[in-house]
């Protein structure tokens, strides 16, 4: 069963805009989430992770999500988009397995 | 650099041969990890290795072999790959707690694009 639901294949954004690159999950319990981000060329690299407490974390390069229980959600925001942000990213649950899985991700696209 | 070097960066082979994909990682960390990146495709994880045992085969076909001979290495032998088989196979490496809470990061390499033709 899928675990993580990313709506969109594609997200484009102009430069300076804010942007949500939304994330949905279907864990049970109190789920530990992570985004990973992956630039051309290169493996994927963490950017932050929700275990417990605020709901709202903040992660690298000005990137925080939003743990949302009731809606099931953890979008990924950021108030200023840059034309580096462009990559894919990844929402990841910890299932109970000994290692994350991740869904097909999310391609943003940030124009000049 | 993640720590994390994958050798090689690209790879082009036939169905017939034998080839190794090759990741070593320089954190100190005691899981490794083989995903499979396939376009447009979730990724997916196929072996993973703790204190260089084996513990999790993901239904992996065994045209795909890995070794493990410490907790530093890790290489995924390939032989008789079909063309399905093309996709860029990622390497990573996590230090693991112990208490399987699954919160620890993971430290990719780049990948090795592999090409069967």
């Known amino acids: 069963a899928q675990s993580v639901a990313q709506p969109e294949d594609q997200v484009n954004v102009a430069e300076g805009n804010p942007l949500t690159v939304k994330c949905t999950y279907s864990?049970?319990?109190?789920?530990?989430l992570f985004w990973y981000v992956q630039y051309p060329n290169r493996g994927l690299q963490f950017l932050l992770k929700?275990?417990?407490?605020?709901?709202l974390v903040k992660g690298s390069y000005g990137f925080e999500a939003e743990f949302n229980k009731s809606q099931t959600s953890f979008h990924l925001k950021k108030p200023s988009a840059l034309v580096s942000d462009s990559a894919l990213y990844f929402c990841?649950?910890?299932?109970?397995?000994?290692?994350?899985?991740f869904g097909s991700g999310t391609r943003l696209q940030v124009q000049p | 650099e993640t720590g994390v070097t994958q050798t090689p960066r690209h790879l082009v082979m036939g169905m017939t041969n034998k080839k190794s994909l090759k990741c070593e990682q320089h954190?100190?960390?005691?899981?490794m990890y083989w995903y499979k990146q396939s376009a447009k495709k979730p990724l997916e994880l196929m072996f993973v290795?703790?204190?260089?045992?084996?513990?999790e085969n993901n239904s992996v076909p065994s045209r795909f072999s890995p070794e493990c001979p410490n907790s530093s290495h890790l290489f995924l032998h390939l032989h008789t790959l079909q063309p399905e088989d093309s996709a860029l196979y990622l390497c990573?490496?996590?230090?693991?707690?112990?208490?399987?809470?699954?919160?620890?990061?993971?430290?990719f390499g780049s990948g090795t694009q592999l090409s069967v033709l």
């Open positions: 990841a649950p910890f299932t109970g397995r000994r290692a994350l899985t």
């Open positions: 954190l100190g960390h005691n899981a």
């Open positions: 864990v049970s319990g109190n789920p530990y």
């Open positions: 929700y275990i417990t407490g605020d709901n």
């Open positions: 990573a490496s996590s230090q693991e707690s112990g208490e399987g809470e699954g919160n620890e990061k993971l430290f």
């Open positions: 290795y703790n204190f260089k045992e084996q513990t």
